[in-house]
């Protein structure tokens, strides 16, 4: 876990020194169009992933929807294309029956994704996008309510969560430019992302009445979003 978390802070020092060194050509170049954008978001989420219950068979839980919010900065090469970095707080909810138990469970992270972006014209008034690339995400706590009770269910459910996780994000939206130069832009759209990595954290002993909810589990999340950039 520890050369894992390594490895994340190298990507992420990485990214920030493409995105310093893109920054400070760009203060160089005569290009007229207007290379910086900087922009902030809110994302509700819908999350998706399977638990395991206390007989150790394995449940779909039911999605509810979670909340995002976060800043980007991208830097764009032409009106087409441009590379977008992004640093979001995520707080994804579940909820499942076991029996007559009701659990929720709630994962916290800071993801971070580093999107390429295709636009069919960024100096437009409506401008449409495609984004992809990797997310990178760092576990900001997680938490497990139980409601009911049920005296057939003898285990005590645990919770445990990696601090790293790896993902494929991907999206489209389609932004408006709010005034004359269309520099100051409304974007809204779509934002998924798959989990490469197991998240469930299984390193600790138990005993015969506790049992880990989270087996083999990635998570999948589903996000619209609604922000405002500004490009400079």
Known sequence: MRTHIQQT?????????????????????????????????????????????????????QGTFGYGFGGLLAMHFNKNFALQGEV????????????????KINLRYVNIP?????????????????????QIGISAGSSLFTSGTDTTVTGNALLAVRKGDLGLAYGAGIGYGLN???????????RGVYGLLDISDDSQSTNNNNYYILDKTHVKAYAGYLGISILL
Not at 89 to 100: F, G, I, R, V
Not at 114 to 134: C, E, H, M, Q, W
């Open 88 to 103: 979001i707080y995520n707080s994804l909810a579940q909820k499942y029956k076991e029996n007559n138990l009701e659990r």
């Open 9 to 61: 802070k190298k990507i992420i020092a990485a990214t920030m020194m493409l995105l310093t060194t893109s920054i400070a050509a760009n203060a160089q170049s005569d290009n007229p169009m207007r290379k910086i954008e900087l922009g902030a978001r809110i994302m509700p989420t819908f999350t998706d992933f399977s638990v395991k219950t206390y007989t150790g068979g394995t449940i779909v839980s």
């Open 180 to 190: 004359k130069s269309n520099t100051v832009r409304l974007s809204i759209g779509f």
């Open 114 to 134: 580093i999107l390429l972006s295709f636009n069919s014209d960024k100096t437009a008034k409506i401008n449409f996008n495609v984004v992809a690339g990797p």
